[in-house]
């Protein structure tokens, strides 16, 4: 079931999404799986924080915060390393506190009109765009889904306690300055 999932995905146009419901739907009626295991990743608090998060973003999005951050925040570069500079700021410091994920995903339509209007390469904007967002997104337990994933593991698997929302941006910090330096 996981070879034809993946080969559906790498082969054919169907929605992951839906590839991946009818892999877990096979599971379930072939037995392989019962009804609670197959659920189980559902009830991660670090999931369902993931969730919670592309809910806020649409949000942002729907509102017109997205276009605001494009006039006001990115504004009119005069050279590219200045574009770099305007667009990885906001992207990791939106990354540290909303899935960075998401935050790439409302960005990059903006990018592509922000470097059309002020001739600026597209691809010297795109890559600084997502490292600033993973190096930002590693400065919080919330910023990254991983974080969240490993968190819950934390909590159901062992006896340590649970990460608090800045637990990691001892590493996380000196990542996000490293990025912006190189």
Known sequence: VVM???AMMAFTWVSPDIIMSAGLTLLLVTGVLLPGEALAGFSNQG???V???YIVV???TETG????IVQGILGQPNTTREAQVRLMTPSAVLSAFLNNTPVVAIFVPAVKV???RNNLSLSRLLIPLSYASIAGGTCTL???STNLVINGL???ETTQPQFGIFDLAWVGVPVTVAVFTY
């Open 4 to 6: 034809g999932c993946f």
């Open 114 to 116: 922000w470097a059309r």
């Open 58 to 60: 649409s949000g942002l």
């Open 142 to 144: 919330i910023g990254t």
């Open 154 to 156: 934390v909590i159901t």
């Open 47 to 49: 999931m369902l924080t």
């Open 51 to 53: 969730a919670v998060l």
């Open 65 to 68: 915060a997205v276009s605001w």
